[in-house]
């Protein structure tokens, strides 16, 4: 539980049985997600004491009676909107989705969904010219996804030289600091003047929507990933609507949108056509959540992800 900012708890509780609907999961893996920050920071408050920790994945252990697609022992990632930072989680079944034992990262559940969806929302065509504007976690799996697609090429901006470098080892086309360049530049060198088809935009700041809109072409897609919490944004609307894109908002709250993302992901992760799992940096066992938050609130050079694994030091094993 986190108290209070930067203060986390570990708590015992007796643990319920499951009701008829709900599946009893020992938690394997759950990520701390940069949304989390500033809860933990306490800049976004929230109702404390809170459980957080939604992307998580684990054993499961008990079903309910009426539980039929799983069974003790499968291996899922779920949906919660909190817990997940426990050795044990209570889920319902339809949140449940299953995943291979052996991948080794299928808390990736959740942030890939966001991903998936945001990808299938823009489409990228086969041979399209991709920007992608951030290239920190979010952005490094959206560039995974999308080169999946097909596109032509796949050019990737940020200002700190470990993502940059990050970027290119998973396969970037070209990777520009635009602290030192211009992206519209660099981006109009490959598309034969025009611009980006589909540019996505991963920074959740301001200054990254700018960037990404400079490099777009007429008519292409502008694609807003990044979590835009706190303040207003400064656009520039004009140019925007001068250039006609199509502005595309990638963020999901249907519950049923996000299991499907959810679903897609995990298969393609099951199946070893995407293999995410070079993007953890950082792993803590359940008594150091609050090290696990350090981590991802320092972002140390080379820092992309922070999971905490209850297995690897539950007293009930
Ligand atoms: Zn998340």
Redesign the pocket.
Known sequence: MLVAPFEIELIERELPAPSSSQVLLRVDQCGV?A?EIDVWTGKEPEELPAAIG??AAGIVERVGDDVRGIQPGDHVAVWVDGGGFADRLLVEERFCIPVAADAPYPAVA??LSCIVNAVELAAPRLGDDVVIVGAGYMGNLLQLVAALKGPRTITVADVRPDALARAERLGATRVIDTSQASLADAVRDVSDGGGADVSFEVTGAGAGLQVAAEATRMSGKLCIVGYHQGGARTIQLGRWNWMAFEIVNAHFRELETIMRGMRAGMRLVSAGVLDPSGLVTDAFPLGRVADAFHAATEKRNGFVKALVEPAADSPRG
Request: proline share 17%; hydrophobic share 0%.
């Open positions: 997600c949304s939604h992307e959740e942030p």
